[in-house]
């Protein structure tokens, strides 16, 4: 479980196919990682599988590249990276599971001079699980969704945000991994189930 925190931004040194997977070594300033430890990447929860110095090894399976951006991944992007949340720490963003629901793509992007406002399309079968005010992660970044329709909404980006994340590289066109709320997710199974019945 993650908070949509950004703890560092982590650089790709090198990917590699095997079979279907796809690994990738990411150099960081992230300290005492361990292997076995859960990490999201862009809002990717993926494993620890080595650790060389300042670099890590992780492996994504063709669930994760057909379903997240980790397929359009390649040497020197860069990706925010968030280790998982303490039980006693603070929850400042919003419950994050780094399970990504989907990919959106940037449609506008907006400098008003003193912050940043990104527009996203969105799977309109997804249009349930997002609300006005309401918690939505993207490339692993927790943020508040407004101006929502049925297939886009937008965000607001503070400087801070956008010069300690990837933000900063996002363009019109390019692809984002989505997460939506948790809670939202459960309202709509269970409606979904009882307008079955």
Known sequence: MFTGIIEGLGTIEKVCADRSNRIFWIKSDMLQLKIDESISHNGVCLTVE??????????????TLDKTNAGQ?????????ERSLQINGRLDGHLV?????????CTLKKNLEGSFEFTFSFNEEQ???????????LNGVS???FNVTRDTFRVAIIPYTFEHTNFNKI???D????????????VARVLQINGTK
Not at 55 to 61: F, G, L, M, W
């Open 50 to 63: 080595e650790i060389l110095d300042d670099v890590h090894r992780v492996t994504a399976i063709s669930e």
């Open 73 to 81: 991944w390649k040497v020197h992007d860069l990706i925010n990276l």
């Open 97 to 105: 599971q780094g399970h990504v629901d989907g990919t959106g793509i």
């Open 127 to 137: 249009a349930a699980l997002i609300i006005e005010k309401g918690s939505v992660c």
């Open 143 to 145: 943020l508040t969704a």
């Open 171 to 173: 363009s019109e066109g």
């Open 175 to 186: 692809k984002v991994n989505i997460e939506f709320d948790i809670l939202g997710k459960y």
